[in-house]
């Protein structure tokens, strides 16, 4: 699946993932390759993005909010305040502060 975060200041993160966690308002919840279309509202906590490899991804000034976990090297961590994600047609996208 594709996921996109995009924050007031830029674009975050942008490629193919295995899957992602959120911080829900009702709990954290993943979304995994063809899953359904969903609508929702993010709490602040922590986005964990899992992903196959990492050598395509770049790790510069403007992405300084994505962190590798320090205990899976095929995970990413970015910690948000508030957002609202859309998933629809194995496209994940997230609107982050």
């Given at each position: 699946m594709?996921?996109?975060?995009?924050?007031p200041e830029a674009t975050l993160f942008s490629s193919e993932v295995d899957s992602v966690a959120?911080?829900?308002?009702?709990g954290e919840f993943q979304?995994?390759?063809n899953h359904a279309p969903v609508v929702s509202i993010l709490k602040s906590g922590t986005i964990k993005?899992?992903?196959?490899?990492q050598s395509h991804l770049v790790f510069?000034?403007?992405?300084?909010?994505v962190v590798p976990?320090?205990?899976?090297?095929n995970v990413l961590t970015v910690s948000i305040n508030?957002?609202?994600i859309e998933m629809k047609d194995n496209k994940l996208i997230i609107l982050a502060d």
């Open positions: 594709y996921l996109e975060i995009v924050s959120v911080p829900g308002i009702n979304m995994l390759n993005i899992h992903t196959h490899t510069d000034e403007l992405h300084a909010k976990h320090n205990d899976d090297d508030s957002g609202t």
